[in-house]
C-alpha cells in the first residue's frame, strides 16, 4: 500500500521516542512513531508490581510537559508513568502506531531516504523517510548467564523483567542474583513478602537516597555530575553499573546488602557458574560490601566539600541505618558452594541485566563488537540518530532526566538536515 513520503520515522514510543515526537510536531515536520506494543511497553512488562522509579516525579517531565502529580517529590509506581506517558501522547496528538514491529530499515543511498519493513499487526508494511530516530532503548534482549541452562527443570527461572511478585513463584527461597538497583529491590520485595532470599551479590556502588536535607539526585545535578560527557568519563565510570538505591516508600530508601541482611537475606559472593543442583560462588561478597560503603562514603564526602565550597547552608548528615558501613562486612556469608535442594532454593531470578538488539538495522553502524557506531547519538549514516541510550552524549542520557536535553540536540541536526537538503527553488 501507498504511504506519504516522511521527513522522519521514529523507533519506540518509550520516553525517549515521545520527547522527539513533540519535538518533530513543533516544527511540523511529518513524521510517524513505531511501537513494537504499546506506549511505554518496557514499563508496561518489564517492570515488578511494588517497582517504583529511583526519580521523583517531577524529574520525570517530557519537553513541553507541565507538572501532572499531585506530590511533586514522590516516586511513581511504573502504570502511574506509563499513564503519564499515554497523556502526553494524547496531550501533543503525537502520531503513535502501536503494535508495529520494525523488520529491517535499509537506505537507498542514490536517492537518499531510507525504507522502513514494519509489521502493523502482523501486516506488512512498507515506509519511507528522509531520517530515522531510533529510540528504543538499548535493553530489549534478555542477559542470562549460559549456564543457567544447567540448573535441574524444576528450579523455576525467571529474569527480573519477567518477575512480578512472590505470589508468582513457587514456595520456597528465592536466590536472586545480581545486586544492582533491580537485584536488591528484587531482594528487598521477597523479603517484605516472607520469602527466604539469597543474593548473589556483583561489583556495584551504592547511594544514600537523601543526604543533609535534600534527594541524593538533586545534590549530583547541582554539582554537576550528570553533565559529565562521553569523551570526559573515564572507562571505569562508563561501565558502571546503576547504583543501588530505591524509589519505594513515601520519599523513597536507601538499599544495602547489610540492611537486606537485617531483613534475612543471605549475602554471597557473585555467581560464576552451576549444575543441576548447584550453585558456584566466588569469594567476593566482602569486597561488593566493602565497594558499595566506599563508593556511598565517597559521594557524601563530595558534597561535604561543595556545601563548604558554595557555602550552601544545609543541615547536618541525617542519620540513615541502611546508609552505615559494614566495616567488617559482617552482614556476607563465606560459601562458595551453595546446594538448592538443600536450601530449599526453588526458584532463581536472574538480575544480569539487558543487552541491545539492533538486528532490524542493515546499515553500517555496528562496531566490531556489535555495539553501535555513533558521536552523540549522531550516526556515520547520513540522517540516522539515536536517542534514549546510556551515556549517548552525558551521563543524564541513561536517565529520564537526560532526555530533554539529548532529544533537544537530535532535534537540531534533524533541522540541520533538512535545511543541507532542502529542493532547490
Known amino acids: 500500500m501507498d504511504h506519504p513520503f516522511l521527513d522522519v520515522v521514529v523507533i519506540g514510543a518509550g520516553h525517549a521516542g515521545l520527547a522527539i515526537s513533540k519535538l518533530l510536531s513543533d516544527h511540523q515536520l511529518s513524521h510517524l512513531v513505531f511501537e513494537r506494543g504499546k506506549i511505554g511497553e518496557s514499563w508496561r512488562s518489564q517492570r515488578w508490581d511494588s517497582f517504583k522509579l529511583n526519580s521523583v516525579n517531577r524529574l520525570n517531565l517530557l519537553p513541553g510537559q507541565t ?151 538533586d545534590w549530583m545535578f547541582e554539582m554537576g555530575l550528570y553533565d559529565t560527557t562521553h569523551e570526559e568519563a573515564s572507562p571505569d565510570l562508563l561501565q558502571t553499573r546503576p547504583p543501588q538505591v530505591s524509589g519505594v516508600g513515601i520519599r523513597g530508601k536507601t538499599c544495602s546488602l547489610q540492611s537486606l541482611a537485617r531483613k534475612g537475606a543471605v549475602i554471597l559472593g557473585k555467581v560464576e557458574n552451576a549444575d543441576s543442583d548447584t550453585v558456584y560462588l566466588q569469594p567476593n561478597a566482602a569486597e561488593h560490601v566493602l565497594f558499595a560503603d566506599a563508593f556511598s562514603a565517597k559521594l557524601k564526602s563530595a558534597v561535604d566539600d561543595y556545601i563548604r565550597q558554595e557555602n550552601i547552608a544545609a543541615p547536618s548528615p541525617e542519620e540513615d541505618p541502611n546508609d552505615l558501613p559494614d566495616e567488617t562486612a559482617s552482614c556476607i556469608v563465606s560459601v562458595t558452594t551453595l546446594s538448592l535442594k538443600a536450601n530449599n532454593i526453588t526458584s532463581v531470578i536472574w538480575a544480569t541485566g539487558f543487552s541491545s538488539d539492533f538486528s532490524y538495522l542493515k546499515l553500517p553502524v555496528f562496531n566490531e563488537d556489535r555495539t553501535l557506531r555513533h558521536h552523540n547519538g549522531i550516526a556515520e549514516v547520513d540522517g540516522l540518530y539515536f536517542l534514549g541510550l546510556p551515556w549517548l552524549r552525558k551521563r543524564a542520557s541513561g536517565i529520564i532526566w537526560g532526555i530533554q536535553d539529548d532529544a533537544s540536540w537530535i532535534a537540531k541536526r534533524i533541522l540541520q538536515f533538512g535545511e543541507r537538503h532542502k529542493p532547490a527553488v
Open 67 to 217: 507538572a501532572v502529580f499531585q506530590d511533586s517529590e514522590a516516586f511513581s509506581f511504573a502504570p502511574e508513568f506509563v499513564t503519564q506517558l499515554e497523556a502526553y501522547g494524547q496531550e501533543f496528538a503525537l502520531p503513535i502506531v502501536e503494535n508495529a514491529v520494525v523488520t529491517a530499515i535499509e537506505k537507498d543511498e542514490t536517492r537518499s531516504f531510507f525504507s522502513i519493513r514494519v509489521s502493523i499487526q502482523g501486516v506488512p508494511e512498507v515506509y519511507y523517510s528522509r531520517q530515522v530516530v531510533v529510540a528504543s532503548g538499548g535493553q530489549n534482549k534478555l542477559t542470562v548467564p549460559h549456564f543457567a541452562q544447567k540448573i535441574a527443570p524444576d528450579i523455576v527461572q525467571k529474569h527480573a523483567s519477567e518477575y512480578r511478585s512472590a505470589a508468582q513463584l513457587p514456595p520456597g527461597a528465592v536466590l536472586v542474583v545480581g545486586s544492582a538497583q533491580s537485584g536488591t529491590q528484587i531482594a528487598e520485595d521477597l523479603s517484605n513478602a516472607g520469602r527466604q532470599v539469597f543474593l548473589s551479590t556483583c561489583k556495584v556502588g551504592r547511594i544514600p537516597r537523601t543526604y543533609r536535607g535534600r534527594d541524593i539526585f
